[in-house]
């Protein structure tokens, strides 16, 4: 399962990201990223939630798609993201400023967003510095309108990844989403004696004991490959919403959790 955190924002992306279209998840939540990068947009009644602004580049792509499906864009209020990786927080600052939005980030990646990239543990991709409106903590909840989310501090993978969990209705049912942060070790992670991320082992453990036992009717990743959005989507319309799927969740943690132990597995033989 490749991991897409490939162009740095302030140079020319390395590849042509191809578009998909914008469409409805389940209840008032909708996918505007791209074909790669995932963001989605939570509509309330007091105006709108943005998880993840993505590359700089696809600002104006997320904006796009946000109004072809009938909202606009400057009643977006709050952006919120799934990690500090310029794949999914680079396009902050042309985000904030066109729509006026609060930025709230979790603990642990709030350092690395504010300074625009730099401290970042593995990677040096570098982005327009963002004003972090709110530091959130594990439980933190964000309420907006009618929608309220809670925020779970998923680490590991960077150390304020953020899981996302929210409640919708549709057909006069009620549906929980989990919008989960990615699991991936990435190639060059090391995950023993990480001078810059010394914990990062203990957090990917903590962040699967947080997993494992959650529930969701929906299950969504930060990379549209987490929950096989092209599959999905190629079925809207031809029977049962295939978003709705409570086996999807726990798969993809049980999945990431054992290519975890995989790589930790070659590490520690590398080490001795």
Known sequence: MALACLAQPKQAPKRVEPDFPPHKIVGNIYYVGSQSFASYLITTSQGH?????????????????IEKLGFRFKDVKFLLTSESHADHIAGCDPFLKETGASLYVMNGDDRIVSQG???????????????????LNDFDRVVLGDVTMVARHTPGHTPGATTWLIQTR??????????????????????????????????????????????????????????QMQQKYARIGRGPNPYIDPRALPAYVAEREKAFLAAFAVQQRQQQ
């Open 49 to 65: 939630i943005v998880i993840n602004s993505c590359l700089q580049y696809l600002v104006p792509r997320i904006k796009a798609n």
């Open 117 to 135: 990239g730099a401290g970042d543990f593995a990677y040096k991709m570098f982005w327009e510095p963002c004003k972090v409106s709110r530091v």
């Open 170 to 227: 549709e057909g006069g049912k009620l549906y929980s989403v989990a919008i989960v942060a990615s699991l991936n070790v990435n190639r060059d992670y090391k995950l023993i004696g990480n001078t810059r991320y010394p914990q990062i082992a203990d957090d990917y453990r903590r962040s699967f004991a947080i997993l494992k036992p959650l529930t969701a009717d929906v299950f969504l990743g930060a990379h549209g490959s987490d929950h």
